[in-house]
Antibody
Framework: EVQLVESGGGLVQPGRSLRLSCAGSQFTFANYAMHWVRQAPGKGLEWVSGISWDSGSIGYADSVKGRFTISRDNAKNSLYLQMNSLRAEDVALYFC???????????????WGQGTLVTVSS | EILMTQSPATLSVSPGERATLSCRASQSVSSNLAWYQQKPGQAPRLLIFGASTRATGIPARFSGSGSGTEFTLTISSLQSEDFAVYYCQQHGDWPLSFGQGTKLEIK
């Protein structure tokens, strides 16, 4: 069974940084596009960022562009999200999600992790 | 950016009855439309992709239809485990976007 396990969430002050990680297993990680999706408490889903299988295509939501950076290490079966200049509005449960194809668009998300919670507060 | 709008926000239906959920895109997404189910404390689960194709392991009572800008998710005979929040998502154009969700509750 495909497994995605997020880590790295926690409490951080406004303006500081945090790096999230997602470890994939039980599938060939290098073949598939990966994404970050977040959900603020009691709210809906918001796509944050996506990266193609080879890191050749990357996209961001306008709300995080210029502050967040997505990356992956296929040798380590891992996805990352570097979050800088964090704001109160970034408070959310951050999910990593897998696409069934290598391109960063054109596919839905067929597997999701359980999420890691990011809290931004002084 | 493509705006996805779901209706209604809340739908009250009795077990055994049919539920129909709607999703509208602000511009055509062709058939690049997915539906997800999310229960409290859980990650979303993919139900439908390509507007009408059921994901692996999804019961036949779930069906999707539509193309372009108008889409529908139908649950033919509601089971107790189907009461949840449902999201549509367009997966064909940057930035990818979700609807705000429809909460399906027991009547």
């Amino acid at each position: 069974e495909v497994q995605l396990v997020e880590s790295g969430g926690g409490l951080v002050q406004p303006g500081r940084s945090l790096r999230l990680s997602c470890a994939g297993s039980q599938f060939t990680f290098a073949n598939y596009a990966m994404h970050w999706v977040r959900q603020a408490p009691g709210k809906g889903l918001e796509w944050v960022s996506g990266i193609s299988w080879d890191s050749g295509s990357i996209g961001y939501a306008d709300s995080v562009k210029g502050r967040f950076t997505i990356s992956r290490d296929n040798a380590k079966n891992s996805l990352y999200l570097q979050m800088n200049s964090l704001r109160a509005e970034d408070v959310a449960l951050y999910f990593c999600a897998k696409s069934p194809g290598g391109a960063v668009a054109a596919y839905p998300f067929d597997y999701w992790g359980q999420g890691t919670l990011v809290t931004v507060s002084s | 950016e493509i705006l996805m709008t779901q209706s209604p926000a809340t739908l009250s239906v009795s077990p055994g009855e049919r539920a129909t959920l709607s999703c509208r895109a602000s511009q055509s997404v062709s058939s690049n439309l997915a539906w997800y189910q999310q229960k409290p404390g859980q990650a979303p689960r993919l139900l439908i992709f390509g507007a009408s194709t059921r994901a692996t392991g999804i019961p036949a009572r779930f069906s999707g239809s539509g193309s372009g800008t108008e889409f529908t998710l139908t649950i033919s005979s509601l089971q107790s485990e189907d009461f949840a929040v449902y999201y549509c998502q367009q997966h064909g154009d940057w930035p990818l976007s979700f609807g705000q969700g429809t909460k399906l509750e027991i009547k």
